[in-house]
């Protein structure tokens, strides 16, 4: 049964390449969401740190999934700085304590690295949904994907499905009034442009539905 | 020349090092003063650490000079840690420089407010004490164009952490201990309000592209110092009218007490010369008495920047004693030097 | 704000006012060092005229900020004539300032070499003379991008103006004689070489247009500090491609014995930040040991400018001990303070 | 006959309103020739200067045709700075002095006062005709009035030529290199490009025929 999909370090190294590669292709993408609410940096901050990771995984080839996710979220906050960089490499980092030392994991596990993930970001950013930020791609895609495998969905699709609800969460962002980051000095004039960290982030959830997908 | 230009207009080698090689013209050029750590991407004072003394330290994106680097020297920062332009520094740095400054009587951190910097100094921090170096963080937000409330991440940290670092910085020198030298920057902060406007975007390397589009004729009010567009556009009218603005914006924000003696800190954003400068602080003198306060000291030049934005920046800050003191005590680093 | 908008990006009343309203905000921010005489239009240093000391005094168009009025006070400039933006002054306002700092041991122009400056220096030195003050002038042409030639109004005066005033007004301080000062300023010209580069035009407030316009990512090469165009244009390259051109020009001309101990001055046009300068500077410190000269005393940032040009300009001053010791010694004005 | 037409001091008064006319007229495409080889601020240097001698001359209405140039000349010298005060401002001095305190003046004087005016600025400037300076509108005028009314030729009519000739004279400077002043900085760049001193100098003759025929 394809819900019994075993995954493994190979997972994750693929999943941070296919992020590393999209960040690419995104970068001045991610760069122009920023400079219109932020400083117009997302993009190169994304692509820096992503680059680094891959870099690092490289190097330390044939550890467990869980340090992996430990060794890629030090890696972010060491190279990415800006808001982005604590909070991806927090949540990277607790999602992989989470995972401990075991060789393999499955669609539950996913959950709780996710949910790990969330929770440190939303630990250290103090940012609800609706605060116009990477959360509010993060937490729909975090409950969809737990649903969806409650409900028995085969775990790809249930990503597939997690991923389209991070996209929809992404594009909810546009009519808000950022409430955190620096898109919140602008007030009013928040409104209306979408939010780069929520963009990067349904690019991230995205690229875990396609590691996950080749892989099996 | 070069086939393969340069489409900016910036002297530059490759953008992904200008901070780099900037921080190893600015150790070239001051060797008396200060050394600049590659491996660390540090701005260090070349007598750090001073056993017993408080140090200091601060940090940030780059793209503000002579803010960080531009301040390390005797009498104010022990240490500057500069990001990529624009983006906040990352833990490792601060964690190296807060090691290379303690000098056994704790190291306080200055952060700007803006969620990138303070996000960083805090898991620098967490470090700093999991490996027993004391740590006194204050955060400076003293831009009363960002309402602080739940709405916001705050008011940024902008004209007031110049301020700070050189007061604070006098309090170090004279031994303050760690608890002395951070009420003194969290004093500053309470006691200093800015507000800035720019006449024009800039351009950060890593894009080379504008920030945002600003026609001529118009001001963007309420800007921080990254070159982000301020909390309102409005047209363009004369030096009188734009100080009247800012003076308002940050009288009505410090309520100082009435004859209170003021430092009057007009800041240009990098574009807009000095001899606009000038001409708004002779402004800005005027305004400041009329609202009853007395400017006895001040500052007057680009200090803490947006690369070449056109634009300038108010801080008032209110002096007492103390403050007066620690501002005429010796300094000497790149950017500020007097009594030295 | 304004309804009729102003269509620049700069801070302004009146244009016409423009340089009035600057130097009465100069004089309001540093009433510890000068006063602006507005009849005369003219900065005097506030304890001018000093008895037995040769007064020292320069001046120019306006838009070159913090030079010349930003150089006033102890260990430097006496007076100041600031003319219209890019606009020598007038003889009256250099009769008036030499009559101010007369101490009766006679008084130096430091003249930059453009018609217009020489010309009014001229007629005020003559006047000078019939009121009884001994005059001494002495022109500035330290531009290697111009060929002193029958062809040309000769050498232009660009930054080895601000170390002349530096050095010959340590010189007066340490009251050498009227010859001393004056031979002292002759010595640093000499000595001195320099080469501006700009990345960009400048827009002087009386016309509100751009001198001439420059397409991203050209240079001008040899340019002067009046924003205009430079002896020719070229593709932009690499940062160390420019001041391979910089440091070439200077170089060759200076030809610098072997060795030598130099001052290396990297100035910016106003509107290049302090993190290209340093970058810059960076660069000129490799590439002057390279050249076999030994840089041991520095000086970066924007001192002798074109109102907000993007660019930069290198001055090599071949040093000796004497050079250097007035170099050290004790300076007080508002852009170049040390040693008090 | 018209040659022997008689000046004095309303010549001068008018002389200088008619300047100061033309230059406020000018003064914009004065500053784009300066702009182009200079520092674009010849039309405001004259404009500054002429308004001040029509003031100063209003103020001191009743003085002699002399006294009222030397006036003139001493007003440029000390509001106008730049190169053209000094040689403009010695020039009408020096023009000025020559006429003395005698209330009316003719012809031939008026070619000895103009013969003052181009030596002054002659030996100030050191500039001669070629180098691309207000000499080669000036000197071009002052040969041509002074011969023509040697040939008897009425003088408005002479002071026409002398005006076409400074005007002849100011086109001239087109296609040469400047030896003298900012432009001379530009090298072979300066080539192609008008004098802005010769093209006000064109202007101030064409302006001295206007006020000698206006009072006849
Ligand atoms: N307090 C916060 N909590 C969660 N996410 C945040 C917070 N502040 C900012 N962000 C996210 O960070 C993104 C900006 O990241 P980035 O541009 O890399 O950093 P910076 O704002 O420091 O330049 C925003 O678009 C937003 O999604
Ligand atoms: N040495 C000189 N002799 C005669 N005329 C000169 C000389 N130098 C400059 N000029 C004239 O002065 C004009 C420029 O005047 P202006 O722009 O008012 O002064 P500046 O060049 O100081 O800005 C030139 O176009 C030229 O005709
Ligand atoms: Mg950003
Ligand atoms: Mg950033
Ligand atoms: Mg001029
Ligand atoms: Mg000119």
Redesign the interface.
């Known amino acids: 049964m394809i819900s019994e999909r075993v995954m493994d370090a190979a997972t994750i190294t693929s999943w941070m390449r296919e992020i590393d590669a999209v960040m690419r292709a995104e970068r001045d993408h991610l760069?122009q969401l920023d400079?219109?609410i932020?400083?117009?940096?997302h993009g190169?901050?994304m692509v820096?740190g992503f680059e680094a990771v891959v870099q690092a995984l490289d190097a330390d080839a044939g550890a467990p999934p869980g340090k992996l996710l430990v060794l890629a979220g030090r890696t972010l906050?060491?190279?990415?700085?800006?808001?982005?960089?604590?909070?991806w490499g927090?949540a990277l980092r607790s999602g992989g304590r989470l995972l401990g030392d075991s060789s393999t994991f499955e669609g539950p596990q996913l959950v709780e690295v996710l949910g790990a993930a969330l929770a440190s970001i939303k630990d250290?950013?103090t940012a609800a949904v609706g605060d116009k930020t990477m959360v509010d791609a993060l937490e729909p895609a975090v409950e969809t994907l737990r649903s969806q495998l409650r409900e028995g969905t085969p775990l790809d699709q249930a990503l597939d499905q997690a991923a389209a609800a991070a996209e929809a969460g992404m594009r909810a962002t546009i009519p808000l009034?950022a409430?955190?980051?620096?898109a919140?000095?602008?007030?009013e004039?928040s409104v209306g442009h979408q939010d780069p960290g929520a963009t990067s982030t349904a690019l991230i959830i995205r690229a875990l539905q396609k590691a996950v997908g080749e892989g099996s | 020349m070069a086939v393969e230009t340069n489409q900016m207009r910036k002297f530059l080698n490759d953008p992904a090092r200008v901070v780099k090689e900037s921080l190893a013209g600015l150790a070239a050029a001051h060797p008396e003063l200060l050394r600049y750590d590659a491996a660390a991407q540090i701005i260090v004072r070349k007598d750090a650490p001073k056993q017993g003394k408080v140090g200091l330290i601060s940090g940030g994106?780059s793209g503000h000079e002579p803010l960080h680097g531009g301040f390390v020297g005797l009498g104010m920062l022990d240490a500057a840690c500069p990001?990529?332009?624009?983006?906040?520094?990352?833990?490792?740095q601060m964690l190296a420089a807060t090691k290379a400054v303690d000098g056994g009587a704790g190291v306080v951190h200055i952060v700007k407010n803006?969620?990138?910097d303070v996000?960083?100094f805090?898991?620098a921090a967490e470090e700093a004490a999991d490996e027993g170096v004391k740590v006194s963080s204050v955060v400076i937000d003293d831009d009363v164009?960002?309402?602080d409330s739940?709405?916001?991440?705050g008011r940024?940290g902008v004209g007031a952490t110049v301020l700070a670092e050189k007061i604070a910085g006098a309090a170090a020198e004279a031994h303050a201990d760690l608890s002395k030298v951070s009420e003194t920057v969290k004093k500053v902060n309470e006691r200093a309000r800015s507000f800035g406007v720019a006449l024009s975007s800039c351009v950060?390397p890593?894009?080379g592209?504008p920030?945002?589009e600003l026609p001529e004729g118009q001001i963007e009010l309420g800007i921080?110092i990254?070159?982000?567009?301020g909390?309102?556009r409005a047209s363009l009218g004369s030096a009188t009218e734009v100080v009247d603005v800012m003076v308002e914006a940050v009288i009505s924000d410090l309520k100082p007490k009435k004859g209170a003696k003021v430092l009057a800190f007009v800041n240009g954003m990098g574009g807009t010369p000095l001899l606009e400068l000038y001409l708004i602080y002779g402004e800005v003198e005027k305004k400041l008495r009329a609202a009853g306060v007395e400017p006895v000291r001040n500052l007057v030049g680009s200090y803490i920047t947006s690369l070449e934005m056109a634009g300038a920046s108010l801080t008032v800050l209110e002096l007492d004693e103390e403050l007066t003191g620690y501002w005429d005590a010796p300094v000497h680093t790149p950017a500020l030097r007097w009594g030295i």
Chains 1, 4 share one sequence.
């Open positions: 760069v400079a219109a932020g400083d117009g940096d190169t901050n820096r906050v060491s190279t990415v700085g800006g808001a982005s960089g604590p909070l927090s250290l950013g009034q409430r955190k980051g620096r919140s000095y602008l007030g004039r | 994106g990001g990529e332009v624009f983006t906040s520094p990352v833990p490792a803006y969620t990138g996000l960083n805090k898991l164009a960002v309402q739940l709405y916001t991440a940024r950060p890593a894009s592209k920030i945002f921080g990254h070159g982000e567009p909390r309102k």
